[in-house]
């Protein structure tokens, strides 16, 4: 199972909009409606920002929002902020009984 | 509230063999799947092995398949991940993970903090 696409980086000045995509496959991305994606500072536990593509757990902020067109899913977080500097994965439930995630983004605050 | 605590990581010899752990709390450990995921360091995340909640059914990553072995004992609502046959690429930081549903492999939605695996030769 290949890793699904993302961007290496992605970078925003404070209260700026910015968009990281994960791109897979009719097989996973394309296939389901179990995409989500992860806030990950190193040394850290990942941490769950949007699951089934669109929901947002309690207590994650509604700057955050997902949604997805076809193979590609997509994160955006509006209204930037320092705190928003972090590793985001995206992952897929796959028709293989397995799971894939994407290579990563670093997201920089300007 | 959940937490997943890992542990068993440190430094192993090329070859060797180590067995990893993750006690978890705040919640029915036995009605949920569980995952083991891990970040080589600089790389991204990859998902090595997941079992159900009943422990019943198992699954692996083509690329670690007959050399990682998971397991649960859902007595102590702890999870285990044996990893046989170590190799230098199995250098990284293992995650536990805990998944929305009793059986498949879903995105987690909580995880540990990692244990650090070192292979050297």
């Known amino acids: 199972q290949s890793a699904l696409t993302q961007p290496a980086s992605v970078s925003g ?28 500072h190193p040394g850290k536990a990942p941490k769950l920002m949007i699951y089934d593509v669109t929901q947002r757990p309690s207590g994650v902020s509604n700057r955050f ?12 977080i ?23 995630f994407g290579g990563g983004t670093k997201v920089t605050v300007l | ?13 090329s070859g060797g063999s ?14 949920y799947a569980m995952s083991w995921v891990r970040q080589i360091p600089g790389k991204g995340l990859e998902w090595v092995s997941g079992v159900s909640g009943s422990g019943s059914y198992t699954y ?4 670690v398949k007959g050399r990682l072995t998971v397991s649960r004992d859902n007595s ?11 190799r230098a690429e ?8 805990k998944n929305p549903y009793g059986s498949g492999t879903y995105p987690p939605d909580y995880w540990g903090q990692g244990t650090l695996v070192t292979v050297s030769s």
């Open chain 1, 13 to 40: 000045s404070p209260g700026q909009s910015i968009t990281i995509s994960c791109t897979g496959t009719s097989s996973d991305v394309g296939g389901y409606n179990y995409v989500s994606w992860y806030q990950h």
């Open chain 2, 18 to 31: 180590l067995r990893l752990s993750c006690a978890a709390s705040g919640f029915t450990f036995s009605d």
């Open chain 1, 65 to 76: 929002s997902g949604s997805k067109s076809g193979n590609t899913a997509s994160l955006t």
């Open chain 1, 78 to 100: 509006s209204g930037l902020q320092a705190e928003d500097e972090a590793d985001y994965y995206c992952s897929s439930y796959t028709s293989g009984s397995s799971l894939v």
């Open chain 2, 1 to 13: 509230e959940v937490e997943l605590v890992e542990s068993g990581g440190g430094l192993a010899q």
């Open chain 2, 90 to 97: 199995d250098t990284a930081i293992y995650y536990c993970a």
């Open chain 2, 60 to 63: 692996y990553a083509d690329s």
């Open chain 2, 76 to 86: 102590k609502n702890t999870l285990y991940l044996q990893v046989n046959s170590l």
